[in-house]
């Protein structure tokens, strides 16, 4: 069965310094990974997604992931963090199997960054 | 930029009541689903609908479920008979294509509260 972990529920970092939001995955087959941020009393707006090729995805708002085959792992980063950076963010899969569109979240890493 | 757009924001209904959640894709989008996120929890996949059919759905997604399409624009789910474990964060998606690389793009939600 497929399944993503965030093992932290909150993250903590100082404004302008790098970030990192560990994801790890399981499943069959070649993974269709994501990352989605949600602010409070929003939606989940998509940042970015890795499909093939260069393991380094970049995104919006600065951020990108490293996908690493070996670890099962999607981290997402960014370079220097910004207070408005703060809220939780999903990492997500989908299968690569026809018939199954649907996402399978982790279960989200707040974010918090301090001024 | 276009938005998926669900209202009501926030729905209170007594327990027992029937409820429907509407959602309004982006407009050239063919493919379109239902998840909940319960308070604190991961956003789980309810269910998927394209060509006014539904695709694949989840064991959440039990009879007292059902969505439909009523006009070009409209993507509703209907809740018969409601429970107190209904209440979550309904959140509606949509992809304008079906391969497991297309991002969905979410609505602000609608927060269903049982009484």
């Known amino acids: 069965a497929q399944s993503v972990a965030q093992p932290e529920d909150q993250v903590n970092v100082a404004e302008g310094n790098p970030l990192t939001v560990k994801c790890t995955y399981s499943v069959s087959g070649n993974p269709y990974l994501f990352w989605y941020v949600q602010y409070p009393n929003r939606g989940l707006q998509f940042l970015l997604k890795y499909i093939t090729g260069d393991n380094l995805v970049k995104g919006s708002y600065g951020f990108e992931a490293e996908f690493n085959k070996s670890q099962t792992s999607f981290h997402l980063k960014k370079p220097s963090a910004l207070v408005s950076d703060s809220a939780l963010y999903f990492c997500?899969?989908?299968?690569?199997?026809?018939?199954?569109?649907?996402?399978?979240f982790g279960t989200g890493t707040r974010l918090k960054v301090l001024a | 930029e276009p938005e998926v757009t669900q209202t009501p924001s926030h729905q209170v209904t007594q327990m027992g009541q029937e409820v429907i959640l509407r959602c309004v894709p982006i407009?050239?989008?063919?493919?379109f689903y239902w998840y909940r996120q319960i308070l604190g929890q991961k956003v789980e996949f309810l269910v998927s609908f394209y060509n006014n059919e539904i695709s694949e759905k989840s064991e959440i997604f039990d009879d007292q479920f059902s969505v439909e399409r009523p006009d070009g624009s409209n993507f509703t789910l209907k809740i018969r008979s409601t429970k107190l474990e209904d209440s979550a964060m309904y959140f509606c998606?949509?992809?304008?294509?079906?391969?497991?690389?297309?991002?969905?793009?979410f609505g602000d939600g609608t927060r269903l509260s049982i009484l």
């Open positions: 407009s050239n989008h063919l493919y």
């Open positions: 998606a949509s992809s304008e294509a079906a391969g497991p690389g297309q991002p969905q793009h």
């Open positions: 997500a899969v989908r299968r690569t199997t026809s018939g199954t569109y649907k996402y399978i």
